[in-house]
């Protein structure tokens, strides 16, 4: 890939980790971009980290993290001063922040197993927010009975306690797997030959590249807070996490 060269991306290699050293590789007019860095690039219905990066004499807050040119881009106001490349940096990502979001996107793939094992029914679409989330079923009705359901039976998984692993499968092995191919494994770019699975072993499996907790336990209690319709073989559920 052309460019300053690549970035060594933290967050899916340890999702617990919220600061990291690292240096500029090159700095745009409202944004930068580091050899090596904590915060997650927007992307997989998982919003970007924020927080604040410092080096020797300044430091800069991060509003956003996108994927610029396949790179992850901190995102900082326009027209502020931003040291020059090869300069040692230090960030650290708003871990408040992100950690609701890795309980409600973990609470995500747990709700898209319940619906799946139960309902059989496959997830659509789906987004999320840190705290709150809604994700889209085939299903051809939805109620508040239903609602109700399913946050009774997604309740109840989460305090089992799974695990939830990172396995890297080869695109061939994974394009061979049904839950996999379920939750659209194909639809990752050709190029991409290893795939970075989570499985919730035993609840969900999936291939993502985002940042979950380890456990179904630290997710807390989950509340389906709205049902809706968004057309034919399109219901859509929103929850919240319960105190977030
Ligand atoms: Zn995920």
Redesign the pocket.
């Known amino acids: 890939m052309a460019g300053p060269g690549r970035t060594e991306e933290l967050a899916p290699k340890d999702a617990y980790l919220a600061e990291a050293e690292g240096s500029v590789l090159s700095a745009i007019d409202g944004g930068l971009v580091l050899d090596r860095t904590v915060f997650y690039a927007r992307g ?1 219905g ?1 919003p970007g980290d924020v927080g604040i990066i410092r080096w020797d004499g300044g430091e800069i807050e991060v509003l956003d993290t996108v994927r610029k040119d396949g790179l992850p881009l901190h995102v900082v106001a326009e027209g502020a001063a931003l040291p020059d490349p090869g300069t040692a940096i230090h960030g650290s990502i708003d871990w408040d922040r992100r950690y609701r979001t890795m309980r409600t ?2 609470a ?2 747990a709700l898209s197993g319940v619906v799946f094992r139960d309902f059989g029914a496959k997830v659509t679409g789906g987004n999320m927010e840190p705290g709150v989330a809604r994700m889209d079923f085939e299903l051809d009705g939805i109620s508040v009975e239903f609602g109700q359901e399913v946050e009774r039976k997604l309740n109840e998984e989460l305090v089992r306690g799974y695990p939830t692993e990172v396995v890297y499968l080869a695109r061939q092995e994974a394009l061979k797997d049904p839950d996999l191919i379920r939750t659209k494994v194909n639809l990752i770019p050709e190029w991409v030959d290893e795939i970075r699975v ?1 499985d919730i072993v035993g609840l969900d499996r ?1 291939a ?1 590249g ?1 940042t ?1 907790v380890a456990s179904t336990l630290e997710v807390g209690r989950v509340r389906v807070v709205k049902t809706e319709s968004k057309g034919k073989a399109n219901k859509r559920m929103r929850i919240e996490l319960s105190g977030h």
């Open positions: 997989g998982q996107h973990t995500l793939h989570i999936q993502d985002g979950h």
